[in-house]
């Protein structure tokens, strides 16, 4: 890219950023300060508002970038990430919306801890819905890093390092001062802005083969120098029995893994009423479908207009295909066009990162401070602070870890790393809650055994993968501690996660209260005394 054309890339990156400070520092002067505020909004969004808002936290940097470069350099393996994206909203909208807006109150421990001992279950779910977001947060960081590297015109380390601190503070910012209300609004603002971005590179590439998609699919295969074995499955998942259970594994982590993700849970409270949450999902639903249709025509896309080689030059993992579909489509390098149409796609591209770490960074601070901090401060000495003031210092520690693992995870696909943090959430999350919601003898013990039985598990299966080591496309390609051949734990850890929670039931010596099950059921299911 030339230095003008660099410029208009980071005018418009620079335009968003002050918009969404803009509305960030508005809504901050119109606040009440309460936790209610900043956790929820104070429940006054519309159903279709946070629809977008939560397609919003939805469409991340692994969706618009990760996945459309898995497209370009796998074919129809790559597809695995749309279809198991979106195949998991059906089970939040059948399963947990209406009943988590109605049993809750800010977080996920809230659903949990209406029949359970407080104390040890909101420091269980605390500390995984932390874990959770922090992974999902890498992903966007090293999304953000190949973005502006590929702007700058390289891959220099310093500019995908200082990018990934930049998002860090900006992230802290807006959590701090604007909370949920703030975060809600960009979300929305950046979800039509992708959209409408999306919409724009989807009709470029159909007018491309003048609509027609056979000729499309054909030029991906012959240039991908696969040939049909492009199109069918099996080129990244098919090559022995490990590359198969790895698909097996991935699939289940995508598809159960968003009913138990922290940001995506917190947004069923910033509606009024459980109708509205229902309402809300279904409004995603719409959005959210039509944009991962969308990501594979620009997968095929990018592998039939670029070329899977030059995508692989550019970035190994496939994060820069949609920019540089977004070059070529435009007139290619050199051209005004092609300058143009690549700043619009980074600008709207970056606004995705952006906007996703604050509705994640937003969701695990709340977790520290509703969860985890409420429950150990009546051991700290003195005055405790308020839950909204540690919220915000929670904010500043947790884009810090974030920082940290993004800079050293900054060759890993976007999209992958995010199959990561829904397999930790399908194994520590989903199956409390399930229980919760609808075993009508759990018990406490059986709570904190089935969030650390699928948290431990999945953690450990991933730090002895080749996702850190082994391989040369692992975190230290120089070492080899491989102990678990999957790439994704979520074939095991999922199972362990409901079977810990199984045990410990069975195994408690303090009988399920059926009253609270009682009073709890008939919440979930009328609404009946929900907040």
Same mark, same amino acid.
């Given at each position: ?22 509305i ?7 606040? #009440? ?9 104070? #429940? ?13 936290? =939805? ?5 618009? &970038? ?7 350099? =796998? ?23 209406? &009943?988590?807006?109605?049993? @809750?109150?800010? %977080? &996920? ?9 407080? #104390?040890? !279950? #909101? ?21 953000a ?27 802290v ?5 604007g909370?949920?209300?703030?975060? %809600? ?7 039509? +802005? ?18 027609d ?43 159960? *893994? ?13 509606v ?6 229902? /309402? ?5 639903i @719409? ?9 594979? !025509? ?32 435009? *007139?290619?390098?050199g ?12 600008? !709207? ?7 996703v ?7 695990s ?7 985890l =901090? ?16 540690v ?27 995010? @199959? ?13 809650? +399930? =229980? ?18 699928? +948290? ?47 045990? @410990?039931? !069975? ?15 008939? /919440?979930?299911?009328?609404?009946? *005394?929900?907040?």
């Amino acid at each position: 890219m030339s230095g003008d054309h660099q410029t208009l890339a980071l005018l418009l990156f620079g335009a968003f950023v002050a918009v969404t400070l803009a509305i960030t520092t508005w809504v901050s002067r119109d606040r #009440r300060g309460s936790a209610e505020e900043f956790y929820a909004g104070g #429940r006054l969004f519309s159903p279709m508002e946070n629809g977008f808002a939560i397609a919003g936290d =939805y469409m991340s940097a692994a969706s618009f &970038l990760g996945i459309s470069g898995l497209i370009a350099l =796998y074919g129809y393996d790559g597809m695995l990430y749309s279809v198991g994206f979106l195949v998991a909203w059906l089970v939040v909208l059948l399963l947990v919306a209406e &009943l988590v807006r109605n049993c @809750g109150r800010f %977080t &996920l421990a809230d659903v949990i801890v209406a029949r359970m001992r407080e #104390r040890p !279950v #909101r420091i269980a779910a605390g500390t995984s819905s932390v874990a959770v977001s922090v992974l999902y947060l890498v992903a966007q960081m090293v999304g953000a890093g190949s973005l502006v590297a590929l702007l700058l015109g390289g891959t220099s380390e310093a500019a995908r390092s200082w990018t990934v601190i930049g998002v860090g503070a900006l992230m802290v910012v807006y959590v701090s001062l604007g909370g949920m209300r703030a975060t %809600t609004w960009i979300q929305i603002v950046k979800a039509v +802005l992708l959209i409408a971005g999306t919409i724009g590179l989807t009709v470029l590439v159909l007018l491309r083969f003048h609509g027609d998609v056979d000729q499309l699919l054909t030029t991906a295969a012959d240039r991908s120098g696969h040939g049909r074995e492009f199109l069918s499955p099996g080129l990244r998942y098919g090559g022995d029995w490990i590359a198969r259970l790895d698909f097996i594994s991935l699939g289940l982590a995508l598809v159960l *893994g968003t009913a138990g993700l922290p940001h995506i849970l917190s947004r069923f409270y910033t509606v009024p009423t459980a109708r509205a949450a229902r /309402r809300s999902v279904v409004w995603s639903i @719409g959005l959210i479908g039509g944009f991962y249709l969308m990501t594979i !025509v620009l997968g095929f896309g990018a592998a039939a207009v670029v070329g899977p080689d030059d995508v692989r030059a550019s970035s190994p993992a496939g994060n820069t295909a949609v920019p540089l579909l977004a070059l070529d489509l435009g *007139g290619g390098a050199g051209t005004t066009g092609g300058a143009v149409l690549f700043a619009v796609v980074a600008a !709207v591209a970056f606004a995705t990162i952006l906007a996703v770490v604050a509705g994640v960074t937003l969701a695990s601070s709340a977790s520290v401070a509703h969860d985890l =901090y409420a429950s150990l401060k009546r051991r700290r000495a003195g005055k405790p602070y308020s839950e909204v003031k540690v919220a915000r210092i929670a904010a500043a520690g947790i884009g810090a870890v974030a920082i940290g693992l993004g800079l050293l995870a900054r060759d890993l696909n976007v999209a992958f790393l995010v @199959g990561l943090a829904f397999a930790v959430a399908a194994s520590a999350n989903l199956p409390v809650l +399930l =229980y919760s919601l609808f075993w009508r003898g759990f018990t406490t013990r059986g709570a904190v055994w089935s969030v650390y039985g699928g +948290l431990v598990p999945s953690v450990l299966l991933v730090v002895f993968s080749p996702v850190v080591s082994g391989t040369p496309e692992s975190l230290f390609p120089g070492a080899d501690f491989r102990l678990f051949p999957l790439q994704n734990p979520g074939l095991l850890s999922i199972p362990l996660g409901f079977l810990a929670g199984w045990l @410990g039931t !069975v195994t408690s010596a303090e009988p399920p209260d059926e009253a609270k099950h009682a009073e709890a059921e008939v /919440r979930a299911l009328t609404g009946a *005394g929900a907040v």
